[in-house]
């Protein structure tokens, strides 16, 4: 496929890019700053630009078979739903939060809450978006993620609170995901929890 990734300079990002060159697929880097792309090898493209500019998000869309945001915001959601549907380009994976629906464990969904109240709810306005856009949608609500290895196995579930899986996810478990899912046309229309391996 060829996949659009935003967020490709961050660390959930750079992942999917060598991950899906990797699995053969024609990437390309949308990133602020691409001087930060710490490796463009196999590479399809690199465009530089705010995900925030429609103009600039119009450029890369053009041709792509799909999007993946690994950085999540309304703004994004909004400039990549008007330029997808401008270029007739359907698939997108969205990264978001498990926090945004979550209801348990309470004292942990409501200290998160406390602290990144702000983001959580913007990235309740994106899926909110992405949802009633007429696209081929997926949302990949993550747990709490960190740098280490991966586990090279998720748990992905479809409930609101988490029905089992560690707290912590892999980064790179992540991006693993998130590219199995933009693979998976039974995903469209899904909102996946996803969460470390027990
Ligand atoms: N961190 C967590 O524990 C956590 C938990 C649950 C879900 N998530 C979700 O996972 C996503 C990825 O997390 P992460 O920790 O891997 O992210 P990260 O390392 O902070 O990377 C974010 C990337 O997005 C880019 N970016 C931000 N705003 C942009 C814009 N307007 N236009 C273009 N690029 C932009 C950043 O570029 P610059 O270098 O230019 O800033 C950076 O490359 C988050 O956005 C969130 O939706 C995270």
């Given at each position: 496929m060829k996949i659009m990734v935003i967020g490709s300079t961050g660390r959930t990002g750079k992942h999917v890019l060598t991950q899906g060159v990797n699995r053969g697929h024609e990437i390309t880097a949308f990133a602020?700053?691409?001087?930060?792309?710490a490796d463009r090898a196999g590479l399809a493209g690199v465009h530089q630009g705010d995900a925030h500019d429609l103009e600039a998000v119009r450029r890369a869309v053009q041709g792509q078979d799909a999007v993946i945001a690994a950085v999540g915001g309304s703004r994004i959601a909004a400039t990549l739903i008007t330029a997808m549907h401008e270029h007739g380009v359907r698939r997108v994976v969205m990264t978001s939060s498990r926090s945004v629906p979550a209801t348990r464990p309470r004292l942990a969904v409501s200290l998160a809450w406390l602290f990144f109240r702000e983001a959580y709810v913007d990235l309740a306005r994106a899926e909110g978006m992405l949802q009633v856009s007429g696209l081929d949608w997926s949302i990949a609500r993550a747990t709490m993620l960190n740098d280490?290895?991966?586990?090279?196995r998720v748990h992905i579930d479809f409930?609101?609170?988490?029905?089992?899986?560690?707290m912590q996810l892999s980064r790179a478990d992540y991006a693993t995901a998130l590219l199995d899912t933009v693979e998976?046309?039974?995903?469209?229309g899904k909102a996946l929890g996803i969460c470390g391996p027990r």
């Open positions: 602020r700053r691409p001087e930060l792309l280490k290895p991966p586990a090279g409930e609101a609170n988490a029905t089992g899986g560690a998976d046309p039974a995903l469209i």
